[in-house]
């Protein structure tokens, strides 16, 4: 799948695939994310709410 991430060293939104989903926090105050890598190896991580997070997931 996917996905549209913000590249910070280039400085603009690029797609890459996701390669994992992510849930941080405790119950009750979760953030959910998908994380990427760029062809040369930087890490990606975009912030998504539950219901994208869970249909992604599917």
Sequence with gaps: MKHS??????KKKVEAEV????AYGAEGNK???FKAKTADGRN???FVNK???DKAKK
């Design 31 to 33: 953030r959910y994310a």
């Design 5 to 10: 991430f913000y590249d910070v060293k280039e």
């Design 44 to 46: 990606l991580t975009a």
């Design 19 to 22: 390669i994992d989903f992510v």
């Design 51 to 53: 219901a994208t997070w």
